[in-house]
């Protein structure tokens, strides 16, 4: 199973928007409504930030959210604030191969 | 709360095994599967499998088939994974993740740092 393509890096100023995107294929992202977004600061563990491609889990700020399209998934953060830079990494159900992770993108806030 | 606490760290030899526990607590560990995912040295994450704690079923991931094999004791609310065979590719750190059948993890372990070095 191979990983999902993420842009290995993204950035933006404070107040802006940024997309990150995540493509797989239809075995994966375009097959299936199971995509979740992750959060990681450096030596921290990850964080759920979006699931089942579109919903937040309860304390997540609605300035992230996700949406797809064919075998695309994206995490939009709008309003971007210092608190944001942080590794970001999508994930999605596979099928009979379980999961299976993108290889993660650093997003700078300048 | 949710909890999920992992074993520490290990040294481990090439060809050695390892097995790691991740102790959960705040929630009724049935109603849940739980995987387990790693992370080398600045790279990214990748799935190791998935167990269903409530009848003990398992899927691993390809690459890694023949050398994991994940349990659990619901006695003490505790999963357990080990990995065989083990190389300096496997170096990393070993995080337990509580979610569902269809790969989200809402809750994370602190993570294991596994070194194999010989």
């Known amino acids: 199973q191979s990983a999902l393509t993420q842009p290995p890096s993204a950035s933006g100023s404070p107040g802006q928007s940024v997309t990150i995107s995540c493509t797989g294929t239809s075995s994966d992202v375009g097959g299936y409504n199971y995509v979740s977004w992750y959060q990681q600061h450096p030596g921290k563990a990850p964080k759920l930030m979006i699931y089942e491609v579109t919903k937040r889990p309860s304390g997540v700020p609605d300035r992230f959210s996700g949406s797809k399209s064919g075998n695309t998934a994206s995490l939009t953060v709008s309003g971007l604030q210092a608190e944001d830079e942080a590794d970001y990494y999508c994930?999605?159900?596979?099928?009979?191969?379980?999961?299976?992770f993108g290889g993660g993108t650093k997003l700078t806030v300048l | 709360q949710v909890q999920l606490v992992q074993s520490g760290a290990e040294v481990k030899k090439p060809g050695a095994s390892v097995k790691f526990s991740c102790k959960t607590s705040?929630?009724?560990?049935?109603?849940?599967?739980m995987h387990w995912v790693r992370q080398a040295p600045g790279q990214g994450l990748e799935w190791m499998g998935i167990?269903?704690?409530?009848?003990?079923?398992?899927t691993y991931a390809r690459k890694l088939q023949g050398r994991v094999t994940m349990t659990r004791d619901t006695s003490t609310s505790t999963v357990y994974m080990e990995l065989s065979s083990l190389r300096s590719e496997d170096t990393a750190v070993y995080y337990c993740?509580?979610?569902?059948?269809?790969?989200?993890?809402?809750?994370w372990g602190q993570g294991t740092l596994v070194t194999v070095s010989s």
């Open positions: 993740a509580r979610g569902n059948y269809y790969a989200k993890f809402d809750s």
């Open positions: 994930s999605s159900y596979a099928g009979s191969n379980g999961g299976v």
């Open positions: 705040g929630f009724t560990l049935t109603s849940y599967y």
């Open positions: 167990i269903n704690p409530s009848g003990g079923s398992t």
